[in-house]
Structures are given as structure tokens and as C-alpha cells.
């Protein structure tokens, strides 16, 4: 059996739309401090998962965009594997349903972005079973590549607990074989809505910035984000802050927000120069990565063969992985 591809730190992105600062922020930023540190992650395109909620034609229109996407935001391809979730998927699919006989119906209902779901946006009559599925798909890809550490934004954490909580039955049943992964923040990321209401995300696009925004309309959404009255921090001024300091990419413009918001916490009315320096680190860190992504598509066969070395890679980690697995289960 060849050597394993050992993966310390692994991430994932949905190809359903245009991706948002958020998605930056909450997945692939702590991955980039990581390859300054000298770590070599792997991240994929989570094109199976793309389809609890999107017709297959879009979420194949949208891989190529999220590999761009990937390698704009400045992963480096010759230490990154970037692979696409389907090039394994009969391993996957298999892995899953190991992973499912260890967890109950009763406990995928609780799992919290379902009760979500199934509260604000889809019934439980119509909603398809993919979506009940969806976190041991889920930990099926982190267990597959027996990933230790997992980039993720607030929002999938739960998931994550499904994936700690099924690598311990598992082990405890059959021996040793996945890593527990962690969450790599303590606190993972939450960037709310610029309206200040629920999450940032691609289906409410008003309150979200996205990677592919013109600057115009991002400084239009900027200039209708929340603030809070003076000497008050609210969730949403908060989280601007945090969107605000994630996007810099100067010390000056740094301490500049920390200046503002302290004047504001002493009643001053500030919240107008908050927007400014909002909108001005927005422009800058999109046209910077608009620039770089232009280059990158420009370049003639670098995304299909940042995948190829990827799928050959995730393929055999894969292929090692099912071996291990079933050897200890069926023995
Ligand atoms: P997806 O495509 O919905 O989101 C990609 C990443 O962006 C993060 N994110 C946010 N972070 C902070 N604030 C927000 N408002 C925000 N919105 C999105 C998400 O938390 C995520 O990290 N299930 C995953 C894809 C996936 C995956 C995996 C990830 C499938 N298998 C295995 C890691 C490991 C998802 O839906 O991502």
C-alpha cells in the first residue's frame, strides 16, 4: 500500500453561487495563516453536498469558479491539494453509510441546522433526505482523509460535533482508526448579515458582500450596513468590526478602527468614518483578489491541473482509508 498523504488541516466550500467574505473569513483566511506557518492543507469543492439544495448542472457550473476562487484568495497550489468531493464519491457514499449505523434517526433530527431548516425553510413532507444526511456526508469527508483540524465558519461546528462524535463510536467499536478532529478556532466565526440580522449569506445577497461584487455596489452595501447609537455595541456593529479588521490588509487601517470604535464606545459620533474605512478596506480587498483571480483564470491549464495532482492524492488517501476501515469491520 502506498504512503498516506498525512492531512493536519482540511476545509470545504459548497459550489452554490458566488462566494462571500463570509466564506472567506470563516474557512479559507485561518487556512492561509496556517500556510505562512508552515502547513500543508488540503481543501475541496464540495460539489456533493451542493446537491441538497441545487440542481447538479449549477453546482458543476460553479466548481471551476471555487477552485478559482480558491487559488485567488491565494492558496498556494504547490502546498494546498485541492481536490473535487465527487472524484471519491463511491468512497465516500460507502464511508457514509459505515458512519450512519453508529448514529439515530433521533439524533440527526436535533442536529441544530436541520431543526433550522426544517423551522424557517423547508418541511419536513418536501424536504429532500439528502439534507437529513448531509452532516455523515459530512464527516465522512474530514474522517476520510483523517483530517485533525477543520477551518470552518460558526455555522457548520454542529456538524463537526456529529464528525468528533461518530470518530469516537466508531474507534471505540472497531480500534483506532480516525484522528478526532478539531475545529481549528476556539471560537469559530459568525459574520452576521450587514443588516445586522442572521448570518451573512449568499441567499439573503443585500447583506452580503460577495467576492465578485463591483466596487460600486459594495460601497452602496456598505453605506446601508448597522451601525448602533453612540457608547453602544450591538451584535451587528460587532460583527462590521470583525468583517472590517479580517478584510485589512494595513496596521494603519487597523488601529484607524480601533481608534473609531473606542471614540464611539465614549459617545462620539463616529459610526459615518466607521463606513469609511468599512467601504475603503472592502474596495481594496476586492479589487485586490478581482485582480489575482483574473490572472489565475488567464492562465492556461492551471485549474485542471491543480486538480488532477489534487483527485490523485484525495484518491488515495481515500483508497487507504476504505482498506483500514473495512479491514477492522469485517475481520
Ligand atoms: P458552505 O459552502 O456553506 O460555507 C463554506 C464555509 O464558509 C463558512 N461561512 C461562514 N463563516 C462565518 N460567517 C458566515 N456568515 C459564514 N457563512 C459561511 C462556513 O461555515 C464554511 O466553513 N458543509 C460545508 C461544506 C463542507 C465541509 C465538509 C467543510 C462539506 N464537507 C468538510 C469542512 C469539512 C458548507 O456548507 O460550507
Same mark, same amino acid.
Given at each position: 500500500?502506498?504512503?498516506?498523504?498525512?492531512?493536519?488541516?482540511?476545509?470545504?466550500?459548497?459550489?452554490?453561487?458566488?462566494?462571500?467574505?463570509?466564506?472567506?473569513?470563516?474557512?479559507?483566511?485561518?487556512?492561509?495563516?496556517?500556510?505562512?506557518?508552515?502547513?500543508?492543507?488540503?481543501?475541496?469543492?464540495?460539489? #456533493?453536498?451542493? *446537491?441538497?439544495?441545487?440542481?447538479?448542472?449549477? @453546482?458543476?457550473?460553479?466548481?471551476?469558479?471555487?477552485?478559482?476562487?480558491?487559488?485567488? =484568495?491565494?492558496?498556494?497550489?504547490?502546498?494546498?491539494?485541492?481536490?473535487?468531493?465527487?472524484?471519491?464519491?463511491?468512497? =465516500?457514499?460507502?464511508?457514509?453509510?459505515? *458512519? @450512519?449505523?453508529?448514529?439515530?434517526?433521533?439524533?440527526? /433530527?436535533?442536529?441544530?441546522? *436541520?431543526?433550522?431548516? *426544517?423551522?424557517?425553510?423547508?418541511?419536513?413532507?418536501?424536504?429532500?433526505?439528502?439534507?437529513?444526511?448531509?452532516?455523515?456526508?459530512?464527516?465522512?469527508?474530514?474522517?476520510?482523509?483523517?483530517?485533525? &483540524?477543520?477551518?470552518?465558519?460558526?455555522? &457548520?461546528?454542529?456538524? #463537526?460535533?456529529?464528525?468528533?462524535?461518530? @470518530?469516537?463510536?466508531?474507534?471505540?467499536?472497531?480500534?483506532?482508526?480516525?484522528?478526532?478532529?478539531?475545529?481549528?478556532?476556539?471560537?469559530?466565526?459568525?459574520? /452576521?448579515?450587514?443588516?445586522?440580522?442572521?448570518?451573512?449569506?449568499?441567499?439573503?445577497?443585500?447583506?452580503?458582500?460577495? #467576492?465578485?461584487?463591483?466596487?460600486?455596489?459594495?460601497?452602496?452595501?456598505?453605506?446601508? @450596513?448597522?451601525?448602533?447609537?453612540?457608547?453602544?455595541?450591538?451584535?451587528?456593529?460587532?460583527?462590521?468590526?470583525?468583517?472590517?479588521?479580517? =478584510?485589512?490588509?494595513?496596521?494603519?487601517?487597523?488601529?484607524?478602527?480601533?481608534?473609531?470604535?473606542? $471614540?464611539?464606545?465614549?459617545? $462620539?459620533?463616529?459610526?459615518?468614518?466607521?463606513?469609511?474605512? /468599512?467601504?475603503?478596506?472592502?474596495?481594496?480587498?476586492?479589487?485586490?483578489?478581482?485582480?489575482?483571480?483574473?490572472?489565475?483564470?488567464?492562465?492556461?491549464?492551471?485549474?485542471?491541473?491543480? =486538480?488532477?495532482?489534487?483527485?490523485?492524492?484525495?484518491?488515495?488517501?481515500?483508497?487507504?482509508?476504505?482498506?483500514?476501515?473495512?479491514?477492522?469491520?469485517?475481520?
Amino acid at each position: 500500500m502506498k504512503k498516506s498523504h498525512k492531512v493536519k488541516v482540511f476545509t470545504g466550500i459548497r459550489p452554490s453561487g458566488d462566494l462571500t467574505v463570509a466564506n472567506y473569513l470563516g474557512a479559507i483566511e485561518p487556512i492561509l495563516k496556517l500556510l505562512e506557518e508552515g502547513v500543508e492543507p488540503m481543501v475541496f469543492v464540495a460539489d #456533493l453536498h451542493a *446537491l441538497t439544495d441545487k440542481e447538479p448542472s449549477l @453546482a458543476k457550473k460553479y466548481i471551476h469558479e471555487v477552485v478559482a476562487d480558491y487559488l485567488a =484568495l491565494g492558496l498556494d497550489p504547490e502546498r494546498t491539494t485541492i481536490f473535487v468531493q465527487s472524484v471519491i464519491g463511491p468512497q =465516500l457514499f460507502t464511508l457514509m453509510s459505515y *458512519l @450512519a449505523r453508529h448514529i439515530s434517526v433521533a439524533e440527526l /433530527l436535533r442536529v441544530p441546522t *436541520l431543526k433550522d431548516k *426544517l423551522k424557517n425553510n423547508a418541511r419536513e413532507e418536501t424536504a429532500n433526505s439528502l439534507l437529513f444526511l448531509y452532516p455523515v456526508l459530512m464527516a465522512s469527508d474530514i474522517l476520510m482523509q483523517r483530517a485533525e &483540524q477543520v477551518p470552518v465558519g460558526e455555522d &457548520q461546528v454542529a456538524h #463537526l460535533e456529529v464528525t468528533r462524535l461518530l @470518530a469516537k463510536r466508531f474507534n471505540d467499536k472497531y480500534g483506532n482508526v480516525f484522528p478526532i478532529p478539531k475545529a481549528y478556532q476556539v471560537k469559530s466565526l459568525r459574520i /452576521l448579515s450587514l443588516k445586522g440580522e442572521g448570518k451573512m449569506s449568499k441567499s439573503v445577497p443585500e447583506g452580503a458582500i460577495f #467576492l465578485t461584487d463591483d466596487i460600486e455596489s459594495a460601497v452602496k452595501k456598505v453605506k446601508g @450596513a448597522v451601525t448602533a447609537i453612540e457608547g453602544k455595541m450591538t451584535d451587528g456593529l460587532e460583527s462590521n468590526i470583525v468583517l472590517a479588521k479580517g =478584510l485589512c490588509k494595513s496596521e494603519e487601517d487597523r488601529t484607524r478602527i480601533d481608534t473609531i470604535i473606542a $471614540e464611539h464606545m465614549a459617545g $462620539e459620533k463616529v459610526m459615518g468614518e466607521f463606513k469609511k474605512v /468599512l467601504a475603503k478596506v472592502v474596495s481594496e480587498f476586492l479589487t485586490d483578489f478581482q485582480e489575482h483571480r483574473k490572472i489565475v483564470v488567464q492562465t492556461p491549464g492551471l485549474i485542471h491541473s491543480v =486538480l488532477n495532482k489534487g483527485a490523485r492524492i484525495a484518491v488515495e488517501n481515500a483508497n487507504e482509508t476504505m482498506a483500514l476501515v473495512e479491514k477492522v469491520m469485517f475481520k
